[in-house]
Nanobody, 124 residues
């Protein structure tokens, strides 16, 4: 199982930017697709973005398209989520997930490998 640890969250004003990191340990994660999810207060965990193991194919939730960018560095066993033009609706705990399944449309179905999450707070 891949062990994941998110970092980079914090407090930012609306319109600002944050860069989240997801560091993997345990089994090499270079062969795993991975994704970012978030959970706002009183909300279900929701999909944000996914990237294939090569770092080529990406998929984004409509709510973050053109504002967020998912990337990975397999040599560093690290994935990233660059978040720009942040809005109060983006606030929540952000989690990364590795080893999920992707269907023919690129949709990502998470595995049981989750990090502990990192809090993102956006002030208006």
């Amino acid at each position: 199982q891949v062990l994941l640890a998110e970092s980079g969250g914090g407090l930012v004003q609306a319109g600002g930017s944050l860069r989240l990191s997801c560091a993997a340990s345990g089994r090499p994660f270079g062969s795993h697709d991975l994704a970012w999810y978030r959970q706002g207060p009183g909300s279900e965990r929701e999909f944000v973005a996914a990237i294939d193991w090569k770092g080529v194919k990406t998929l984004y939730a409509d709510s973050v398209k053109a504002r967020f960018n998912i990337s990975r560095d397999n040599a560093r066993n690290t994935a990233y989520l660059q978040m720009n033009s942040l809005k109060p609706d983006d606030m929540g705990v952000y989690y990364c997930n590795a080893g999920g399944r992707r269907d023919e449309h690129g949709n990502y179905y998470p595995s049981d490998s989750w990090g502990q999450g990192t809090q993102v707070t956006v002030s208006s």
